[in-house]
């Protein structure tokens, strides 16, 4: 199973974009990246996922790159309500589509 | 819909007690599954499942059970509380396919004393 590697923590001006990375670099050709936040104690959330290619949606972007050993996920213009703790996590089918969580990145978001 | 439910929200055991964390889902997903959340730490999947009448282990399944009779509902069950077992519960769930993007209940905090 690939492992992910993240800095235990990040701050991020207000209205900037927030950079966070990931190193996951015994990743497999079958295996996706996935990226969630977990805010206050609540449920994490989906944010995005991909394979390969870099993929945005309406909350962020992922670069991954091309040897697929890291990847970027990029808030645009961070709020105040961005500040969470971020896992970036891969998906193997090899064991089920288990998902690893690791402990994250803490991004804080400073007004 | 209302996603993914928990009760209890919060519960305090005693040594060797029993005790059954209820997950509902309305959303008509196949897979759900149970994570535990240490203070300060990531989620460690418990068990998961499939689909209704299978189950599977996940990283740390000592101490747990489930059971999954229906498509709605993935209850687990602890038999014999221990204090190791304090932490904070999330159920989630996802259709089969397509993004595999879970969907997490609000959790249930267990204090184990």
């Known amino acids: 199973d690939a492992k992910t590697t993240q800095p235990p923590s990040m701050d991020c001006a207000e209205g900037r974009a927030a950079n966070l990375p990931c190193n996951h670099s015994?990743?497999?050709?079958?295996?996706?990246v996935y990226w969630y936040r977990q805010i206050h104690s609540q449920g994490p959330q989906y944010i995005i996922h991909?394979?390969?290619n870099n993929e945005t949606n309406e909350m962020a972007s992922l670069i991954i790159t091309e040897d697929r050993k890291s990847s970027t996920l990029i808030l645009p213009h961070a709020t105040l309500r961005d500040t969470a703790v971020y896992y970036c996590?891969?998906?193997?089918?090899?064991?089920?589509?288990?998902?690893?969580f690791g402990t994250g990145t803490s991004l804080t978001v400073i007004p | 819909n209302a996603g993914v439910t928990q009760t209890p929200k919060f519960r305090i055991l005693k040594i060797g007690q029993s005790m059954t964390l209820q997950c509902t889902q309305d959303?008509?997903?196949?897979?759900m599954y149970w994570y535990r959340q240490d203070p300060g730490m990531g989620l460690k999947l418990i068990y998961y499942s499939v689909g209704a009448g299978i189950t599977d282990k996940g990283e740390v399944p000592n101490g747990y059970n489930v059971s999954r009779s229906t498509t709605e509902d993935f209850p687990l069950r602890l038999e014999l509380a221990a204090p190791s077992q304090t932490s904070v519960y999330f159920c989630?769930?996802?259709?089969?396919?397509?993004?595999?993007?879970?969907?997490f209940g609000p959790g249930t905090r267990l204090t184990v004393t």
């Open positions: 996590i891969v998906r193997s089918e090899n064991t089920g589509n288990q998902f690893y």
């Open positions: 989630a769930s996802h259709l089969a396919g397509g993004a595999y993007e879970q969907y």
């Open positions: 991909g394979l390969k």
């Open positions: 959303m008509n997903h196949n897979y």
């Open positions: 015994t990743i497999s050709g079958n295996e996706y």
